[in-house]
């Protein structure tokens, strides 16, 4: 299932519910510590649909380990797992912050 959204006059607009697409942001999660028991930082917050694929599509480092040919790093994106191998552990360390940070794999 893929996001869903649209522009409505300058609005991001939900393709689900057609609500104005908000997201968690710091702010909020400080005025409303009820959303932030809730939900996670940067999810949409129109309904629970639009919260779902957020937190399917969100990529999570899952870990740095060695093998045979050097040090892997694995992750889930999409829902789908990946993964890839360098040549040093400090590389890979990197890699994975890079990829924490919502780099470009
Ligand atoms: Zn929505």
């Known amino acids: 299932m893929k996001d869903r959204t649209y522009y409505s006059r300058e609005n991001l607009m939900c393709g689900f519910c057609d609500l104005p697409r908000e ?3 710091a702010e909020t999660a400080l005025d409303h510590p009820e959303m932030a028991a809730e939900y996670e930082m ?3 917050l129109c309904c ?3 919260a779902d694929v957020w937190r399917a599509a ?3 480092v899952i870990r740095v ?3 045979a040919t050097g040090w892997r790093v694995r992750w889930r994106e999409g829902g789908r797992l990946r993964a890839r191998t360098w040549g ?3 590389a890979a360390i ?3 912050d890079y990829l924490a940070e919502g780099g470009d794999a």
């Open 42 to 44: 940067g999810s949409p």
């Open 88 to 90: 040093t552990q400090k």
């Open 23 to 25: 997201v968690l942001t």
């Open 58 to 60: 969100r990529r999570t």
């Open 94 to 96: 990197e890699f994975a």
């Open 48 to 50: 629970d649909r639009a």
């Open 65 to 67: 380990e060695q093998v």
